[in-house]
């Protein structure tokens, strides 16, 4: 058994920041790609960022700039820096990876809800 548990979301005043981590837990022989999707009501969810094993990134363009994503292989664990927080960043936000049992399965959160106001 294997969870995702997203943690940091909230309600942000356009400009704030906010701080996301997600912890793997279980039984867990390595994680590959970890990363953050969102979701904003009536639309797909998109790619936010992601982060290989080896630490190389990548954002999609609506976030770079003011989105940092980084890990902590230690500690199963992924988290997003955000600033300069736009209402337009307002969604429901997913962790995902891609973890070894050895076989290897995608993994979701539950998600956590950032809200940024105008």
């Known amino acids: 058994q294997v969870q995702l548990v997203e943690s940091g979301g909230g309600l942000v005043q356009a400009g704030g920041s906010l701080r996301l981590s997600c912890a793997a837990s279980?039984?867990?022989?390595?994680?590959?790609?970890m990363g953050w999707y969102r979701q904003a009501p009536g639309k797909q969810r998109e790619l936010v960022a992601i982060?290989?094993?080896?630490?190389?990134?990548n954002y999609a363009d609506s976030v770079k700039g003011r989105f940092t994503i980084s890990r902590d292989n230690g500690k199963n664990t992924v988290y997003l820096q955000m600033n300069s927080l736009k209402p337009e960043d307002t969604g429901t936000y997913y962790c995902?990876?891609?973890?070894?049992?050895?076989?290897?399965?995608?993994?979701w959160g539950q998600g956590t809800q950032v809200t940024v106001s105008s």
């Open positions: 982060i290989t094993s080896g630490g190389r990134t």
């Open positions: 995902n990876a891609v973890i070894s049992r050895p076989r290897e399965n995608d993994y």
């Open positions: 279980g039984s867990i022989f390595s994680i590959k790609p």
